[in-house]
């Protein structure tokens, strides 16, 4: 404690007075520094006790924190809380822009820069902006011929080394990420967060507004912008994306640019998925098998659809007539037949359709 009489400063541990508080503090300091705990290995020093301790495991290699689900073991008692949530499934950091949900704050930090407006970085090639200039780098890698990580077992390669990493496990079958729910077991984090969400109870999210219906929270958080009025408009035909590099993407539908180069055959593509998917006509590359039947999809989007025929799957329900569909796009269009909208119009004679197939049957009559 310290005690100021006539303008002294009274030390509680010795009882040393002081006139000039500078000189009680540096004195202070001197009692401190005999109170510090240093490391015998590397001559760290630690205020309390107790840090020093925890420190002593980086020497001694004791990982005290051990993870009953796949037996992994944590220096940190912060390290294993965020691990557990990998099996949990729970992630309590949200994103207030899109809903998007994470494990540990420090992620969700990182994905906030999505949405932030200032990316000063620019690719020249694709015109995609970033903050990080370590992110612009990463990501030209795309664009150049340069492909350094070869996979052994196939030949083919790849720009980036966690591009490697994930291919690898279609020939090693490897799937780390376990529900601990039913023991299914997938190939990516992601894979398993959408599929725990199969476990939920009233999973399914509906939109107050329209009544549109998603299978994820997030995704719903997404579409209330169409009606919340946040979004990024085309200054060409109006459309409104949710997120700025989504409307740099549309904006190459009216110019015609188509940044991404097949070196195989010269087509070119507006996005670098449609590459990538473009590749496998070459490759002949499959690398989503299915582990009920066998049988391989080049994307992953028709493999989800084919294990609907395996499951019976049908989760969107309409609320008219109780009928079930496999997708939601199947039951908006079903939604239709009750409501009577064609929100697809014909731009030479004005007639009107509820499917976009039948609106482009029609104009081939045009054409005749």
């Known amino acids: 404690m310290v005690h100021r009489k006539k303008e ?57 924190y051990h993870c009953a689900e796949c037996g992994k073991r944590f220096l940190y008692l912060s390290a294993f809380t965020i691990h557990k949530r990998v099996h949990s499934g729970e992630r309590p950091y949200a994103c207030i822009e899109c809903g998007n949900q994470f494990m540990d704050s420090s992620t969700l930090r990182n994905h906030q820069r999505i949405h932030s407006e200032k990316r000063p970085h620019r690719c020249n090639q694709c015109g995609k902006g970033f903050k990080l200039t370590s992110n612009l780098t990463r990501h030209q890698k795309i664009h150049s011929e340069e492909r350094p990580f070869l996979c052994h077992e196939c030949g083919k390669k790849f720009c980036l080394r966690e591009h490697l990493i994930r291919h690898q496990m279609i020939h090693t079958g490897e799937q780390p990420h376990c529900c601990a729910k039913c023991g299914k077991k997938f190939s990516l984090l992601q894979s398993l967060r959408r599929h725990q969400e199969t476990h939920t109870p009233g999973r399914l999210h509906r939109c107050a507004e329209c009544g549109k219906i998603f299978r994820h929270s997030n995704s719903l958080f997404k579409h209330q912008r169409v009606h919340n009025g946040k979004l990024h408009r085309c200054s060409d035909c109006g459309k409104g994306f949710v997120y700025i590099h989504h409307l740099t993407r549309h904006q190459r539908i009216h110019t015609g640019e188509k940044p991404y180069c097949c070196t195989e055959c010269g087509k070119s593509f507006t996005q670098s998925s449609g590459l990538t998917n473009h590749r496998r006509i070459h490759s002949g590359e499959r690398p989503y098998p299915c582990t009920q039947c066998g049988k391989c999809f080049a994307h992953s989007s028709s493999l989800t659809e084919h294990l609907k025929t395996h499951s019976g799957e049908r989760p969107y329900s309409c609320a008219q007539c109780g009928k079930h569909f496999s997708r939601s796009s199947s ?15 014909c731009a030479q004679c004005g007639k009107r359709f509820a499917r976009s197939a039948y609106l482009t049957k029609h104009q081939s009559t045009h054409s005749e």
């Open 8 to 64: 002294l400063y009274h030390c509680s541990e010795c009882g040393e007075s002081f006139r000039r508080k500078k000189e009680f503090r540096a004195h202070g300091k001197a009692h401190r520094k005999k109170r510090d705990h240093p490391c015998s290995e590397c001559g760290k020093i630690f205020h309390q006790l107790s840090n020093l301790i925890v420190h002593q495991r980086i020497h001694t290699g004791e990982r005290p």
């Open 331 to 345: 039951l908006t269009q079903h939604q239709r037949t009750h409501s009577g909208e064609r929100p697809y119009s």
